[in-house]
């Protein structure tokens, strides 16, 4: 039996933890400081892409804030999420590319995580990105071409991964 080519391994590229609060001030700054606070990472507050006169705001208002782990961190911090959700996601969890987000309703559930009065209770959204060797072909500066549609990740593919390496039960 041959073994699978490493070129075809899928891996983690990214995790990145968001959390939206809609307006900037003291809520913008509580969430900031929690994000910074689990993840070990700096945070960089996000801005609106377009208005909304509804919930009064305006594009590039800073509405939430996003941190992003890579590597070794990445792998850590997501195993300790997932025990929030106790290994267990839904199928609609995955998009067509394989990549999955889930949330954590309250961060007090979090492995490690202590209740601030200050901080009050806040979710926060966790999304993983998932990729093979070779993608970087699309992003670099020099020499840039397309990934080709059998080098990219499916759904599946996603799935097999979480279930196999992340240890998830799928449902749904």
């Known amino acids: 039996m041959a073994e699978e080519n490493p070129m075809r ?4 590229d990214k995790v990145t933890l968001n959390i939206g609060v809609g307006q900037a001030g003291e809520s913008l700054e509580n969430a900031k400081t929690l994000l910074e606070r689990l993840s070990g990472a700096k945070a960089v507050p996000t801005k609106a892409k377009t208005r909304n006169p509804l ?7 800073l ?15 997501l195993q300790k999420a997932l025990k ?5 996601l839904l199928s609609r969890s995955f998009d067509r590319c394989g990549n999955f987000s889930f949330g954590v309703p309250e961060y007090i559930d979090f492995p490690g995580a202590k ?3 200050k901080i009050g209770i806040i979710g ?3 999304c993983v990105t998932l990729k093979r060797r070779g993608a970087r072909v699309s992003l670099r500066r020099r020499g840039r071409a397309k990934v080709g549609g ?4 499916t759904k599946e593919e996603g799935i097999a991964f ?11």
Do not use: C, W
């Open 124 to 126: 926060f959204d966790v």
């Open 115 to 117: 209740y601030d009065p």
């Open 150 to 153: 059998k080098h990219r990740l």
């Open 9 to 12: 391994q899928v891996m983690i």
């Open 162 to 172: 979480a279930q196999t390496a992340l240890k998830l039960n799928i449902t749904g």
């Open 84 to 88: 929030v959700k106790d290994f267990t």
């Open 63 to 77: 509405i939430g804030t996003k941190t992003t782990l890579r590597g070794k961190e990445a792998s850590e911090f």
């Open 55 to 61: 919930f009064k705001i305006k594009k590039g208002d």
